[in-house]
């Protein structure tokens, strides 16, 4: 897309915006078909295989003629003058604390967005790539895997060189709203955060020199850098770094059962379900005053003192990052949007299952802190004392809390030329629909 094009398109999305900010999503479709009309002419005989009616697929050319990047907004995403915004009913609710802890229609925190569809794009490209680690074998999405809520299903993830981590890989879904990442928050945005996997010795184990001259000195990626930031001349760290965090931030879940049920419908809950988000958002259990709607975390660090694995030393969290004695053990409150999908839980991986993860919290405040070591537990951690019932009902409420609606797409062909890690190690069940070559393209 060129700029005369990106203008067009924005002229066309601000006069609909202007409208009715409502009517958006009412008519999302025709929005969507306003937003890239002028961008539809498409080569169609050139294409090898793509998903036109999936806003999120890439038009990936034959690989002599190189890979071509989305033009469109993932869903979720409107694009404006600004890039890709994010358009959510959550966003028209008030305040967190017009509603009280745990209400249903609360707002949303401030979150990352405006990158371009391009950039998006590039960045889902880099994140499926091995080409990013030092030795090619390993990509972000293997520890970080799409069908395994963004997670790796490992208790502890294990690096390029087969090195074992001293933690569990969180979910990326939503991680636009984060503004601290890691477990013991020590990075302030993905730009940051992205450089510690990408230069550790125990992850993709890479260096600037090294990662640069892989980028620039391939075939496709300069190309794919210039359609996404629209400059030449060489890729920069600054562009990578960039370009993941726009793939990262475009992870959007907000679309599950229970946000039906926020949003009105009581049908999409069953009983059971409504019992357990009650629980779950009752001053016995307490959950939401952490986990807060509709993020199901409140984007703080608490100590609740969960223990390690056998054999495993004391992780101290945020102590080392605040140098503080009082964050000993503390811990960024993790968000439980596609929580089913992400086992085993914990910074540790310590629970297998997310019962056993409910039922520490039951278990009797500091139960599982070692015998003398100090741990200024928050003050929401306490004896509840739930029945075996409720715990189980608080389990089947958080498993409403799956959508999966944003899944990107994962690129079968990779620029590198390198082979998926993912799709190789995991084939079985993980061929992507979407990709499937469909009649209708070719
Ligand atoms: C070897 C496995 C591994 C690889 C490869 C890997 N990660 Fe991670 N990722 C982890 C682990 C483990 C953590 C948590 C580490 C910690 O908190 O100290 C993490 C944390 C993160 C977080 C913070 C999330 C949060 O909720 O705070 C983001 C974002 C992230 N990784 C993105 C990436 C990106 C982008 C790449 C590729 C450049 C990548 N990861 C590669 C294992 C991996
Ligand atoms: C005081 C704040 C607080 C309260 C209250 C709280 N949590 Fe947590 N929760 C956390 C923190 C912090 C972690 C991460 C701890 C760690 O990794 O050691 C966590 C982790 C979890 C996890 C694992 C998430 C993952 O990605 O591994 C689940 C599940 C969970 N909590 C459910 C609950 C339930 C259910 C309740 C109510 C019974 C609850 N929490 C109450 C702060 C809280």
Redesign the pocket.
Known sequence: MNRSQLGAVAVGVAVVVGLSTMALFVAAPSTAALSTAPLAVKTQANLKWAAPEDPFASELEPVDRGFKLAKHCPPSFELTDKGCELRSLYQFYDSVQGRGVGGTQTSLPANRDGFSPQQIDLGRFL?FDPL?SGDGS?S?A???QPDKGFA?GKAL???ATGAV?T????S?WN?AF?TR????GRATS?EE??QG??YAAN??NNNPVQLLASLNGNKHYPVMFEQAFGVGGGITLDQIYTS?AAF?SSLISLNSRYDQYAHGNHQALNEREIAGLNVFRSFVARCSECHQPPLFTNNQIAVIGTPEPAGMALDIGAEATFNSAKLKGGF?V?TLRNIAKTAPYM?SGVFDNLRDATEFYTKGRGHAVPEGVEMNLHWHIWEPDLAEHELDLIVDFMKTLTDETAKPQVPVTLPSGLEQPILSTAADHFVPEAQVITDSVE
Do not use: I, N, T, Y
Not at 167 to 170: F, G, T, V
Not at 181 to 184: E, K, Q, Y
């Open positions: 994140f990013l390993q972000c293997s520890c970080h790796d993830s294990v690096g981590g933690r569990s890989a969180p990326l991680s984060l990442l890691f477990w013991d993905l955060q992205a996997p990408l992850e993709m993941l990262q960024k993790p910074h």
